[in-house]
Nanobody, 115 residues
Framework: QVQLVESGGGLVQPGGSLRLSCAASGRILNINYMAWHRQAPGKQRELVARITSRGGTAYGDFVKGRFTISRDNAKNTVYLQMNSLKPEDTAVYYC?????????WGQGTQVTVSS
């Protein structure tokens, strides 16, 4: 049974930084891509960032150079470094892995940006 476990969320002031991590437990092979999504109250879930098995990256338009996604293939872990956080970044952040055997989601971690 594959499980994704996120960590690193919390409360941060505007302009601050957070680093999210998502590690996969269980046997997981042939990961196509790892991604972060977010969902704010009353809004649809949206893609934050995605990184392919070859290291190619894509970001949501709202990121504008503030976030960086990275991965450690040996540890089946994906990271999201978030800088210059804004109140509108407040949301539950979910990690997502797409593999040849299926798609997996984490349970989500809350990020709150407030003074």
């Amino acid at each position: 049974q594959v499980q994704l476990v996120e960590s690193g969320g919390g409360l941060v002031q505007p302009g601050g930084s957070l680093r999210l991590s998502c590690a996969a437990s269980g046997r997981i092979l042939n990961i196509n891509y790892m991604a972060w999504h977010r969902q704010a109250p009353g809004k649809q879930r949206e893609l934050v960032a995605r990184i392919t098995s070859r290291g190619g990256t894509a970001y949501g338009d709202f990121v504008k150079g503030r976030f960086t996604i990275s991965r450690d293939n040996a540890k089946n872990t994906v990271y999201l470094q978030m800088n210059s956080l804004k109140p509108e970044d407040t949301a539950v952040y979910y990690c997502n892995f797409l593999t040849y055997s299926g798609e997996f989601w984490g349970q989500g971690t809350q990020v709150t940006v407030s003074s």
